[in-house]
């Protein structure tokens, strides 16, 4: 059950009259449009077998920590929303004491997790936000626009509750040019597909049963065919309009705070076969699996 210091806390960010307060502890806003993507990822990150997975599994090695720390600086004393939190990972990787700490999700079973770790939580859709303009001091969505129909929307959506000088992070989104397979490339990549796409070293162990692996890729909405993904304009496009300076750091997922020094880390082996074979440099930006963005959002 929400406390009722941050019940208050959340009607004064929201606009309280498209809240439900009653939904069995979690606040709830009316979701227009339940599209099958929605549910599929409603389903898997609230499932109570493989919610506690994800939490403790994914998103939250050291190098994630490091990157995200340097990239966000402390969330002490901050108002920090966090849009498509799932079970928490983000915040129990680099912690801090915001003043606000606001998780966003589409699964209840998420949230009632997140809840635990210290997150006000609000069962909401990331395309229709129910939060006041320039309320936080950092957005965040990591691991969330290739999850949700319209990303560019999402990241207006995000943007708009940035206050004057803070930021809007976004990160482990796959950059669509490192996944754009052509010839002998996206054959090797169609053969692999013929196993999940989670037998892959490191993730073998996490995703046994046919039911956890259909609905884990279910939830990829923008990952399934080559061309699926996030570009650079995507960013620029959506965010210099609305007032934002942006930086963009293409990367590998094993790479920390040294992202800000120039080094965006070195493809994985598993990957650099499809991405030779479809005349890619396996150890160029361009072929990096994704994409971490801040953008600032620029004083009145």
Known sequence: MILPENK?????????????????GIPTSQVSN???????????????????????TENCSQAFGERWQAASGSWDDKVAIDIGC??????????????????VDISRGALEQAMQLGYIPLLA????????????????LNAVLHHCDDMAKVLAEAARLVRPGGVLITDEDPQQTA?????????????????????LPGRASLYRSRQERALRLATEIHNHQPGDGVTLDLYRDTLVPLGFEI??????????AELFAGDYGRSPLKYT???MLSGMNPNSPEAAQSVMCIARKLAV
């Open 8 to 24: 208050q806390i959340l009607k004064d960010l929201s606009f309280n009259s498209e809240i439900d307060w009653d939904t069995g």
């Open 34 to 56: 339940w599209t099958q993507g929605m549910r599929a990822n409603a389903d898997f990150f609230g499932h109570e077998s493989y919610r506690d997975k994800y939490l403790q």
């Open 86 to 103: 799932g079970p928490g990972n983000l915040y129990a990787t680099i912690g801090g004491t915001p003043q606000v700490l606001i998780g």
């Open 125 to 140: 859709d990331a395309h229709d936000l129910p939060l006041v303009d320039n309320c936080a001091d950092i957005v965040t």
């Open 179 to 199: 996944w754009h397979h052509k010839g002998l490339g996206l054959l090797v990549n169609a053969a692999r597909k013929q196993f999940p796409m989670y037998w």
């Open 247 to 256: 930086e963009l750091y293409p990367h590998n997922h094993g790479v920390g």
């Open 273 to 275: 076969l499809a991405q």
